[in-house]
């Protein structure tokens, strides 16, 4: 690969960084202005996810060696199809829970880009990395703490600060990024 084509290939890198930051801004936007329609959303969002995941297990049932493990899992997809469907057509339910499940989600992610500023602290720009890692601690302690009270505006509101604070990390990192490319230009 030769030096030209490699930076080409990171300034399309970067463009895409810079297009997804801007995506992430906007659904940030959208979330922080419509907090309960957003967590009814991923609410719904989710209970369809378990929905498909227990067709998945019922297909993987036929894969089963003997009746006692395929009625098992058969059991098992039922469940999850059956929980499902209860959680995508009851989001105000689910919702409560989700919010417990977004606080412990963030905490673990705040963590992660913690380690991830440690090992790229020497890079331009992994400030905002350890930012964005603070802040998602901060808002993962936030969730928690006003759980199950706050929970019908709680994931909307918060999920789109994350996604706004995000978003603009990603793009000043992502434009960092390319200016060091310009300099080696």
């Known amino acids: 690969m030769t030096t030209e084509s490699a930076q080409s290939t990171f300034k399309q890198f970067t463009g895409l960084f810079i297009g997804s930051s801007v995506v992430m801004i906007v659904l940030g936007a959208l979330a922080m202005t419509m907090p309960f329609a957003a967590g009814i959303g991923i609410s719904i969002f ?11 297990h019922l297909a993987f049932a036929f ?25 995508a057509f009851h989001p105000d339910i689910s919702l409560v829970s989700l919010t ?4 412990v989600i963030l ?22 990395i350890l930012f ?10 936030l969730i928690w703490r006003s759980w199950p009270s706050g929970s019908t505006w709680t994931i909307g ?29």
């Open 46 to 56: 989710v209970g369809w996810l378990v929905v498909f995941s227990g067709f998945a």
């Open 63 to 87: 894969a089963a060696r003997g009746a006692g493990a395929f009625l098992w899992r058969s059991l098992l997809g039922m469940f999850y199809v059956v929980g499902g469907f209860y959680l």
């Open 100 to 103: 417990l499940i977004l606080a």
């Open 107 to 128: 905490f673990a992610e705040g963590v992660a880009q913690i380690v991830v500023f440690a090992a790229l602290r020497t890079q331009a720009g992994s400030g905002w």
């Open 132 to 141: 964005d890692g603070i802040l998602t601690l901060v808002l993962g302690y």
């Open 157 to 185: 509101t918060l999920v789109g600060i994350k996604l706004l604070v995000s978003g603009f990390t990603r793009l000043i990192y992502a434009t960092t990024a390319r200016k060091a490319l310009a300099v080696f230009s």
